[in-house]
């Protein structure tokens, strides 16, 4: 094993151990704790790049078993194995990844009883399911020539499969061409989100498309990095095959992507100069066009460098062009973004590491590559020690004496224990919406009380001093909500006009514990909910612990609310914390909504007030614009804790 | 029921006092408003809140809640099935199918579906007309609580006339278009207003196209494709194979072979 090798192996393994902490907390906390996904971005990295992406590299499987078993293209028939296990492996993680994304994983397996055959994405889970199958069946003759399987009834296994080869390679060519192409499916049903420059009737032409010349490229970058890691040698006309195949198949992309905007009269998007276009221009160079052009040029298609670079672009390109459609261009409300955790990272790369990691295993262990494991004329399998030919130039984070084993764990559970240092023990939750204590603010009052001129004005919306006008009083600005129907509450002239400081409690009904004029907001502290108010606790504390229980409850019956005794039995007098109670017994334990609790006690008053002294109070009082005045809203909100310019609700425009 | 029925919103009678979103919390049991990452207006809709009134310029409200499309896109995208259009018109979820993979999210025009993203077991949350509530013959709790009359239940059938008869009596006062008559293949719930509710959906304007469509036009292509695909392959391979043997024949007859199998293959280059 090469020096090389082992540094590579050992950066796995501790990406391993990133990914194992996370993945606890993701199934015990749940996906809001390791995702930055929300509704206003419910796919995120794990679909785009792991199941998207994972699809769409994972092409080379097919593609190379149709060139060498349809096409009969038989000097590449050393690229089918790799291909074959790339793709076997590559669905493998994109099952796992499903897994981390699905809210509900354990209901993976749902497609095959509830099949709901209208949806592009039961097509996509159907073929998928399949085609895993038709690879395991695929890869398996190469599993079963190792020599642990050398059984009669392996060798009879052995036999029908290669026999069924041809098939196998038949349906698995007709699988994947169908979901390759369904997963650009998947976004036709959102013509409005998908940004225009990557939507089309036809993107289920552009995945395919690209899947191919992808698949292609991604099998010319293994072998070449088979030759890096492992010493294994291709002829390099054969990689220039791949190559120039991709090409031709990224120059139709191309193509076929212009051509198809051009179509639909959209190809002024291209040029507007927004960032988009920028983005779509980048993306299509980088993927297919300038890959695509390098190998028009005789030293690029003949270097192995030269080859290396234009897969490597077409790579990174494609998974680009898929993280683009999911996330960057797709359309969300106004100011709501959407960036991956790094939590969200770190399990996607976990999982490609996991991948490399058993496709490592597999070449030094199976027939893989010709000429390395299995297939190698001798040198056993088996863990070697990592000591390298060239030890004096020996650099790493480990010392390479180690056994790999050692020096592996040694890695994994490093960065295992890094990563538990920096996860969060829990994950945010969803933040409720208290009710706002009033503030005061300072306004005049216009016109006479009970005309109906009369209002309340904010001091520093009124001009200066209109006659009329009383001298600045300090108001409440009830907001409750935030951002409803704010109203100006004149606390002072309520209590004038009520009878002083004996009025209170026609209001102030109650307090918290060593509390004097509790807000409202303290105990109806939604706007719409009703909230527990009695608290068991500090009962069982202030009547002396366990022994107080006999304070409430009768011995030998259930303890419940039901069978406590009355509250009034204690809050009668003075000598206890609230001896007022003045809501009716069915409403002690719980206060009423924010919303209720001031309608109730303004709206019946005002009724009350209007009805009884109908000369001195207008009609107009009872009204709901007597307290919510319109005309006032925008004035009030001013005032009011800023939210976001999404917070007029609706889809304002996001990406477009 | 009469037919499939729907709900019909007459923005100009809302006075936005939110009974309707009060009794829809009650009635689906939501507890308190929470928010979660991504919405920043204590009143948007959330997996706590299927119903919200939503405030336009000029003291306009509008009742923000499922659309209970006639072919709903939601339901299309459900691959188990747990998106259900029930005949009478409200589109409800079953949790027991649900995976959790959010295309419903992705795909509703209207962007309504929540996700109870920090739950241990998260479902998808929205409006369901109260479907339970309409089975015991009871009206939609947001149409029941409405003060105003500003949203009423009935057939669709009945309350898309009433829409119209609106509108042809006062048309000063709506603009003259039923919003939910025909956008994305029309839905259940309807509104007459006097400013434009385009807002409401991605599109932001008209679209009588329903989505559904969009998906069946790619996806009633698969069995042919996978048939034609399957054949193709099988038909390549029987052909280039045959021209192998041919060659090999010839060349077995006449001149010393060349390249053997490997240079088999008059297919050419693969993809050209």
Known sequence: MTDRLARLKTVLWALIGVLTPITVLRFADGLGTVTNLSDAAPWGLWVAFDVMAGVALAAGGFVVAATVYIFRLERYRGFVRPAVLTALLGYILVAVGLLYDLGLPWHIWHPIIYPQPHSVLFEVAACVMLYLTVLILEFAPVVLEHPLFDRALFRGAYRWLRKATIPLVIVGIALSSLHQSSLGSLFLITPARLNPLWYSPDIWILYLVSAVALGLMMVLLESVLAGVFYGHRVETRLLTGLGEAAAVVLALYAGFRVWDLGQRDQLGLVTDGSWQSWLFIGELSVSAVIPAALMLFRRVRASVAGLATAASLTVFGMILNRLDACIVVFQRPAGAGYFPSWMEIAVSLGLVAAGVLAFLFAVEHLAVYEGVGAAAPREAPGVAPVAPADAGGVRGLLPLRLTAARRYSMAALGAAALTVVFVPLSGPRPRPTPVQRPRTQHGVVRGAAGSPSHRLVLADAAPPRPAGDSAPVPLLLLAGHRDRMAVLFDHEAHVRRTGGDASCALCHHLDLPLDRASACADCHRDVFDSTATFVHGTHVAALGGDSGCAHCHAPGVAKTYATAAACTDCHRTPAVAHPVIAAPAARWRSAPGYEAAMHGLCVECHEREAREHPGEYPVAMTRCAWCHDVDRGPELRRLLPRVAPGGQGGLAAGTR | ?272
């Not at chain 2, 405030?55 to 306009?60: A, F, I, K, S, V």
């Not at chain 2, 009588?208 to 048939?227: D, E, G, I, N, Y």
Request: one cysteine or more.
């Open chain 2, 1 to 272: 029921m009469k037919g499939p029925v729907g709900i019909l919103i007459d923005t100009t009678r809302c006075i936005g006092c939110e009974s309707c979103v009060a009794a829809c919390k009650q009635a689906n049991g939501l507890g308190p408003d929470r928010r979660w990452r991504g919405q920043e207006a204590a009143t948007g809709l959330s997996a706590t809140r299927f119903s919200t009134v939503l405030r336009l310029p000029h003291e306009r409200f509008v009742l923000q809640q499922c659309r209970h499309c006639v072919e709903p896109a939601c339901v299309s995208a459900c691959l188990v099935g747990a998106m259900r259009k029930t005949p009478e018109g409200p589109v409800v979820y079953d949790p027991d199918r649900c995976m959790g993979c959010r295309y419903c999210l992705v795909a509703c025009p209207f962007g309504i579906p929540r996700y109870q993203w920090s739950a241990a077991e998260p479902k998808v949350r929205k409006c369901t007309m109260c479907y339970a509530r309409l089975q015991e013959g009871k009206l939609p709790a947001c149409v029941e609580a409405c003060p105003e009359h500003a949203t009423i239940f009935g057939p669709r059938e009945r309350l898309l006339a009433e829409a119209h008869r609106r509108i042809a009596d006062q048309p000063g006062r709506y603009l003259p278009r039923v919003f939910g008559e025909h956008d994305v293949g029309g839905t259940s719930v309807l509104y007459v207003s006097d400013a434009s509710l385009d807002f409401l959906s991605w599109r932001g304007g008209p679209d009588p196209q329903p989505l559904p469509a969009l998906t069946w036009a790619s996806l009633k292509r698969v069995p042919p494709m996978f048939l034609v695909v399957g054949g193709l392959m099988g038909g390549i391979r029987w052909v280039i194979g045959r021209r192998m043997r041919v060659a090999a024949e010839e060349g077995a007859a006449a001149p010393p072979p060349a390249g053997g199998a490997e240079q088999g293959g008059e297919g050419g280059r693969p993809h050209d």
